[in-house]
């Protein structure tokens, strides 16, 4: 199993990025994918998450209205759109995979916020 990320970048302050992340080897509709964020020092952050049972997606407090997680089955692909980008967003982000007892990790994609 594999997961790719992409996208991430230097951007601005107020700016947006699109982050992707490419499953390989996995029954890929059936599992629950997560972004994560995670900053040197700090624990790592869940930021949003979909659900591969009911479909439902859930965010953080602290990027919800942001950020928008989507999902294209059809590419194995999630999907992570950030608006408004603020400096505290600046983070490695990582994507995540579970289902059937298993856990996947992606090596992640660094995002800064920085004018």
């Known amino acids: 199993v594999q997961l790719a990320e992409s996208g991430g970048g230097l951007v601005k302050p107020g700016g947006s990025l699109r982050l992707s992340c490419v499953a390989s080897r996995l029954p890929f509709s059936t599992y629950t994918m997560s972004w994560y964020r995670q900053v040197p020092g700090k624990e790592r952050e869940l930021v949003a998450m979909?659900?591969?049972?009911?479909?439902?997606?859930s965010y953080a407090d602290s990027v919800k209205g942001r950020f928008t997680m989507s999902r294209d089955n059809s590419k194995n692909t999630v999907y992570l759109h950030m608006n408004s980008l603020k400096p505290e967003d600046t983070a490695v982000y990582l994507c995540?995979?579970?289902?059937?007892?298993?856990?996947?990790w992606g090596r992640g994609t660094l995002v800064t916020v920085s004018s």
């Open positions: 995540n995979a579970v289902g059937y007892g298993m856990h996947y």
């Open positions: 979909h659900s591969g049972a009911d479909g439902s997606t």
